[in-house]
């Protein structure tokens, strides 16, 4: 144990021969930032994820209300609505995503 020790505090106390930075910047894994809704509502929503969801877009308007509340709701009040199970971890899974801030449906993009 003290042997541990001593060659801890050797190390720590001799210099290193190679530099230390005092700040590493993160990497950036995106060029730029890509154009966003300003409002994003349940078709919104739906219409970003796509492959199909879209088509419960009424169904979760009428029950729901807005967004918020789709983005906390769980399996089984899903699975009561009668959507699929394909949907329904399509629409959770985006859902976190879109909680956390990793995710966001994308606008079109516009000319000019």
């Known amino acids: 144990m003290t042997s541990i020790w001593r060659h801890i505090s050797r190390t720590l106390t001799s210099p290193s021969p190679y530099p230390v930075p005092a700040f590493v910047a993160p990497p950036r894994f995106f060029s730029s930032s890509s154009p966003y809704l300003v409002k994003v509502g349940i078709p919104e929503f739906l219409?970003?994820?796509?492959?199909?969801?879209?088509?419960?877009?009424?169904?979760?308007?009428?029950?729901?209300?807005?967004?918020?509340?789709?983005?906390?709701?769980?399996t089984l009040k899903l699975k009561k609505l009668e959507i699929p199970c394909k949907h329904r971890k399509l629409?959770?899974?985006?859902?976190?995503?879109?909680?956390?801030?990793?995710?966001?449906?994308?606008?079109?993009?516009?000319?000019?």
């Open 47 to 74: 219409n970003g994820i796509g492959k199909g969801v879209e088509a419960h877009a009424q169904k979760l308007e009428s029950e729901f209300g807005d967004l918020q509340k789709l983005l906390v709701v769980r």
């Open 91 to 112: 629409i959770l899974k985006y859902a976190h995503k879109y909680r956390v801030g990793l995710w966001r449906p994308r606008s079109d993009m516009v000319k000019v």
